[in-house]
Nanobody, 115 residues
Framework: QVRLVESGGGVVQPGGSLRLSCAAS????????KAWYRQAPGKQRELVAG???????NYGDSVKGRFTISTDNSKNTLYLQMNSLKPEDTAVYYC?????????WGQGTQVTVSS
């Protein structure tokens, strides 16, 4: 099995930046369809950013141009760089990925954008 652990969440002012990390217990390159999702109170979980394969990266419309997904293979870590944060970005953020035909989820990290 694979463990995914998010970190880096917190409280930030509108317009600020935050970088989330997702540490994997195995080689990050062996995990496919790596992605970040978020869920705000009363809303469905939605895709924020994800690797679709073939070098294609999908971003949710509301975060395009502001968020960037990346990996550091040497650290077995998935990142989400979030810039120009807005109050509507407030949510619990989750990382996930597929390993040996199983989809794994992290426990989530809270991001709150508020003055």
């Amino acid at each position: 099995q694979v463990r995914l652990v998010e970190s880096g969440g917190g409280v930030v002012q509108p317009g600020g930046s935050l970088r989330l990390s997702c540490a994997a217990s195995t080689s990050i390159s062996s995990i496919y369809r790596k992605a970040w999702y978020r869920q705000a109170p009363g809303k469905q979980r939605e895709l924020v950013a994800g690797y679709a394969g073939g070098g294609v990266i999908n971003y949710g419309d509301s975060v395009k141009g502001r968020f960037t997904i990346s990996t550091d293979n040497s650290k077995n870590t998935l990142y989400l760089q979030m810039n120009s944060l807005k109050p509507e970005d407030t949510a619990v953020y989750y990382c996930n990925g597929k390993w040996r035909d199983t989809i794994y989820w992290g426990q989530g990290t809270q991001v709150t954008v508020s003055s």
